[in-house]
C-alpha cells in the first residue's frame, strides 16, 4: 500500500524559508521520479518541480525557479522540498508523488498534503 506523508508546512512571512519532507513506502521509491505539487485555494493542483529517480536532474515550474530546490535520499525514501524567498503567492497545500515522465503527472492516490501560509 502506497503511502505518501508530506511535513514542514507551516506560517511563514514574505521572505522566510521552509524545507518540506515527504517519507514514501510501498513502492520501490529508487525506480521513480518525484515531484512537488501545490494547491491553492480555488485553483488545480500545479506541479512545482521535479527530480529523477537518481537525482541526477530537476525541473522546476516558472513560478518558483531560482528559490527552491528539490532533492532526495533514495536511503530514506523521502524528497525534499527547500523554499526559499517565500512570497505570498506561494500559499497552498504541498504534496508528494512520484511523478510520471510523460507530463509529470502523479502516479499515486494523493497523501493529506502540508499547508504552507506566506503572510506577514
Known amino acids: 500500500q502506497v503511502q505518501l506523508v508530506e511535513s514542514g508546512g507551516g506560517l511563514v512571512q514574505p521572505g522566510g524559508s521552509l524545507r518540506l519532507s515527504c517519507a514514501a513506502s510501498?513502492?520501490?521509491?529508487?525506480?521513480?521520479?518525484m515531484g512537488w505539487y501545490r494547491q491553492a485555494p480555488g485553483k488545480e493542483r500545479e506541479l512545482v518541480a521535479t527530480?529523477?529517480?537518481?537525482?541526477?536532474?530537476?525541473n522546476y515550474a516558472d513560478s518558483v525557479k531560482a528559490r527552491f530546490t528539490i532533492s532526495r535520499d533514495n536511503g530514506k525514501n523521502t524528497v525534499y522540498l527547500q523554499m526559499n524567498s517565500l512570497k505570498p503567492e506561494d500559499t497552498a497545500v504541498y504534496y508528494c508523488?512520484?511523478?510520471?515522465?510523460?507530463?509529470?503527472?502523479?502516479?499515486?492516490?494523493w497523501g493529506q498534503g502540508t499547508q504552507v501560509t506566506v503572510s506577514s
Open positions: 508523488n512520484a511523478a510520471r515522465r510523460t507530463d509529470g503527472s502523479g502516479f499515486f492516490n
Open positions: 510501498g513502492f520501490i521509491f529508487r525506480n521513480y521520479n
Open positions: 527530480i529523477t529517480n537518481l537525482g541526477t536532474s530537476r
